[in-house]
């Protein structure tokens, strides 16, 4: 019984591989303009290859002092 199921398994995750490689996903994202170059605006994404994107989160600061 547990060699069927295992087989069963193995099936199925087989088949959930194949159907999520139909997945695309399109990113478009515009230069910086003159204003937004001269003001220090961070680019959203980082383009690392055309099938890798980065999209950094800035560290915030954080307020770690105890208010009694």
Same mark, same amino acid.
């Given at each position: ?13 087989q ?5 999520n490689?139909? +997945?695309? &996903? ?14 220090r605006?961070?680019? &959203?994404?980082?383009?690392l290859?055309?099938?890798e +994107?980065l999209?950094?989160?800035p560290r ?5 002092e105890v208010?009694?």
């Amino acid at each position: 019984m547990d060699t069927s199921n295992n087989v069963r398994l193995q099936l199925q995750q087989q088949q959930a591989r194949k159907s999520n490689q139909n +997945i695309q &996903v399109y990113v478009r994202v515009r230069p910086l303009n003159a204003r937004e170059r001269c003001i220090r605006s961070a680019e &959203v994404v980082d383009v690392l290859n055309p099938r890798e +994107i980065l999209t950094p989160h800035p560290r915030l600061e954080v307020d770690e002092e105890v208010y009694v």
